[in-house]
């Protein structure tokens, strides 16, 4: 299982927001790159990224960071937040992004996100923000009114090879992930499933690590200092 710490960008510093509430953030730190390179000191392999104002306006806004980020360290980067073009994906890319994360851009119109499985294959993911079982949309300020396991069906059937799963509900709020709803996601989909949301402890991780997820984000938990990164990747094997 691949542990991914998280760094959410807001105003260019290193933000948490519970249960997506811009106006509820706490900041960590003004230097993302810093906080990168101390995930990668633990032992990190993986970076998600979160690009929130870029979430909020429809386009990136710290690709210049995220290019720092991936300059100045080795870790493999997944970002997501205001990829909605072909254009803006590929300058993520350009940037050093190994996997884009897309969810608004692909509601709507499914001929449009077959043909971007197509041209990117595995260098994107499904970012399925759920709120109520419902599909959040930009930036979780919305919701698109579909059921988020019949999204991610035929997302599944016309190309989707990797879904991150997010709770809202349980995103920043240190209560635990939502164990059930990650259940129907990996009994429904023969794909990877990266688990989102609610990790806020190491014995979060086991019990996610048991439902076969590929990978588990982590975000508050690291910053309030509940468990260390390092002794995350141990618990893990790494």
Not at 121 to 145: N, P
Not at 215 to 233: D, H, P, R, S, W
Request: proline share 2%; net charge negative.
């Amino acid at each position: 299982m691949t542990i991914y710490p998280a760094i959410d960008l807001l105003g260019g510093k290193c933000v948490r927001l519970r249960r997506g509430d811009y106006a509820d953030s706490t900041e960590y730190s003004n230097d993302p790159v810093s906080i990168a390179q101390g995930f990668q000191d633990e032992g990190a392999e993986w970076l998600h990224v979160v690009d929130l104002d870029g979430a909020k306006s429809g386009e990136p806004q710290h690709l210049e960071t995220i290019r720092r980020i991936c300059t100045q360290t080795s870790l493999r980067v997944q970002l997501g937040g205001g990829l909605r073009t072909d254009e803006s994906i590929d300058r993520a890319l350009e940037a050093g992004v190994q996997r884009a994360v897309l969810g608004t851009r692909l509601v709507g119109n499914f001929l449009h996100a077959q043909g971007i499985f197509e041209r990117y294959g595995d260098k994107v993911a499904v970012g399925l923000d759920l709120r109520d079982g419902c599909v959040a949309i930009h930036g979780w300020t919305e919701t698109a009114g579909l059921a988020g396991i019949d999204f991610a069906k035929t997302l599944f059937e016309i190309g989707a090879c990797r879904f991150i799963v997010t709770d809202v509900a349980t995103d920043g709020m240190l209560e635990g992930p939502n164990i059930e709803l990650l259940e129907v996601f990996i009994k429904t989909l023969e794909t990877p499933i990266i688990a989102s949301g609610g990790i806020s402890g190491l014995a979060d991780l086991d019990r996610v690590r048991a439902l076969g997820v590929e990978g588990v984000i982590v975000g508050k938990a690291l910053y309030e200092g509940n468990f260390t990164l390092a002794a995350a990747l141990s618990q893990d094997g790494v």
